[in-house]
């Protein structure tokens, strides 16, 4: 599924050259072995997720992560970037990846869990509450949020890019927003941990109650 409309800068930036070289850049066995070190962690207070969806899940790597931890885990990946989602269909069925803008998509099902990591500082802050919609309504049970934090929006220039790379709370606006969520779980992430290093990403376990 396929969409070549772009509601946003941001999307048209992603899903062009720079987006590929994005993907080109973000594969090792490395980065492998961190994202399975960091998911031990950050879902160690979640029940087994039998399915998954990751927005802007690019090549797979988050998603091969998971599937190390939980072998039998249905996946779905959504893939702005055409490069990036070609190859995550070398890891994935070819049904279960969404080639879309988020903004385009429209949840028909829930996943027990929802991830979204280095995905929502992309976005622009306009169409925020659409995407927060968007993730509210794909999820069955947790939402893993997995962002740079600050408790006041910010922008960051971005590869000498200006308005691609955006700092806030993500999480505070999404429990605030929703009050039938509940935060399970949180933690950081260093750039310089000596063993399985992540990009000083602030992670954000949220549980739907029922």
Same mark, same amino acid.
């Given at each position: 599924m396929k969409s070549d409309h772009f509601k946003t800068e941001q999307d048209r930036f992603w899903a062009g050259e720079f987006g590929t070289r994005y993907t080109s850049r973000n594969q090792s066995n490395n980065l492998?072995?961190?994202?399975?070190?960091f998911f031990s962690r950050s879902l160690r207070a979640a029940r087994k997720p039998?399915?998954?969806?990751?927005f802007g899940a690019n090549l797979g790597m988050n998603l091969r992560s998971l599937k190390s931890l939980f072998p039998d885990q249905l996946q779905f990946g959504l893939e702005i970037n055409p490069e990036a989602a070609d190859k995550l269909r070398n890891f994935l069925p070819s049904d279960n990846v969404i080639e879309m803008s988020i903004l385009?998509?429209?949840?028909?099902?829930?996943?027990?869990?929802?991830l979204v990591k280095?995905?929502?500082?992309?976005?622009n802050s306009e169409v925020l509450p659409q995407v927060y919609e968007i993730?509210? #309504?794909?999820?069955?049970?947790?939402?893993?949020?997995?962002?740079?934090?600050?408790?006041?929006?910010?922008?960051?220039p971005y590869r000498d890019h200006d308005d691609r790379m955006f700092k806030r709370d993500f999480c505070?606006?999404?429990?605030?927003?929703?009050?039938?969520? #509940?935060l399970r779980d949180y933690g950081f992430v260093y750039r310089r941990d000596p063993n399985?290093?992540?990009?000083?990403?602030?992670?954000?376990?949220?549980?739907k109650q029922e």
């Open positions: 492998l072995a961190s994202n399975i070190a039998a399915n998954c969806i990751e385009d998509f429209v949840p028909t099902q829930t996943f027990d869990l929802v280095g995905f929502l500082i992309h976005i993730l509210y #309504k794909s999820m069955g049970h947790y939402l893993l949020l997995c962002e740079y934090y600050n408790p006041t929006p910010v922008k960051i505070g606006e999404v429990l605030d927003r929703y009050t039938d969520l #509940k399985f290093p992540q990009d000083d990403i602030t992670w954000f376990l949220l549980e």
